[in-house]
């Protein structure tokens, strides 16, 4: 691992956490009378930009605080233009599902720019990567993503949101806040990736960990037969895929820091830099 390469990778991730955080700040376009998740994802949202900063400068193993570098100064690839893209319109419509008073519905809409943002991102691989491994799994995602994208649109159409709140809908909207956020932190790191193929499993392997862990709320606060099928065949379907993300990058990066159970592993990374010689 060099220093440059780490370099590198922490001035692209600082610049996709800042033009995410610029539009997480910007108002949702449906449903604004709900207010509540607003007020549990703000501060969320800031605690997430400032421990990205922390994060990355850690896992670069620079001192950052002096760099005069501006987001706006950072040339960024097409490939990651395109990935930060699709991150801002997935977070805009999950954000809207969120704001939502009925668990069913906001599972729903939620998901559903969730689903998106994963063929988005799978079209983007098929652009740019070359491995077929990767590609393989991108376009599975894109079939099997598009016919549930059929289904909650479909649904949706006839299952309007509750006019109140209910009572889980606090509760609930605060356990997809704290996933979001979670996914959040973790894909901006992805995507910053400059190998394309590892960009996408990095990128791809935090958003199905999302998906699985807006199943289990669903499940938890959810009541509709179908969107708790749905939610179950989620969670069969997307364990896999983790799995093989997750021994994908095992064997094949050499730059980064190794994965430990879907996220990265700054210890080992700690330990690898111990282990190195000195001159």
């Known amino acids: 691992m060099t220093s440059s390469y780490h370099y590198r990778f922490a001035i692209l991730a600082a610049s996709v956490a800042s033009v995410l955080a610029l539009s997480a700040c910007q108002p949702a376009t449906e449903n604004t009378e709900s207010t509540k998740i607003e007020e549990v994802v703000a501060p969320s ?15 670069a193993g620079h001192d950052m605080s002096n760099v005069d570098m501006s987001a706006d100064d950072i040339q960024m690839s097409d490939m990651l233009k395109d990935y930060t893209k699709s991150m801002t319109r997935m977070h805009d419509e999950m954000m809207i599902g969120m704001n939502y008073n009925d668990p069913d519905t906001a599972f729903a809409k939620g998901m559903l720019g969730h689903h998106r943002g994963a063929v988005e991102m799978a079209k983007i691989e098929l652009k740019y990567g070359t491995n077929q491994a990767m590609r393989k799994l991108a376009q599975e995602i894109i079939d099997s993503q598009q016919t549930e994208i059929d289904i909650m649109n479909k649904w949706l159409a006839s299952h309007p949101d509750a006019a109140k709140p209910k009572p889980d809908t606090q509760a609930m909207q605060q356990a997809y806040a704290k996933g979001m956020d979670a996914m959040h932190g973790e894909m901006t790191l992805g995507i910053a990736n400059p190998v394309p193929d590892m960009a996408f499993a ?78």
């Open 202 to 279: 990095r990128g791809m392997l935090p958003h199905h960990i999302g998906a699985v862990d807006m199943a289990m709320v669903q499940l938890k606060y959810g009541t509709d037969t179908e969107m708790r099928k749905l939610a179950q065949q989620i969670i069969d379907e997307q364990q896999p895929e983790i799995e093989i993300m997750q021994d994908w990058i095992a064997k094949h990066d050499t730059n980064d820091v190794l994965v430990k159970d879907g996220t990265i592993d700054h210890e080992a990374d700690t330990q690898e830099q111990v282990k190195q010689p000195t001159s």
């Open 45 to 59: 949202i800031e605690t997430s930009k400032t421990d990205d900063a922390q994060t990355i400068e850690a896992h």
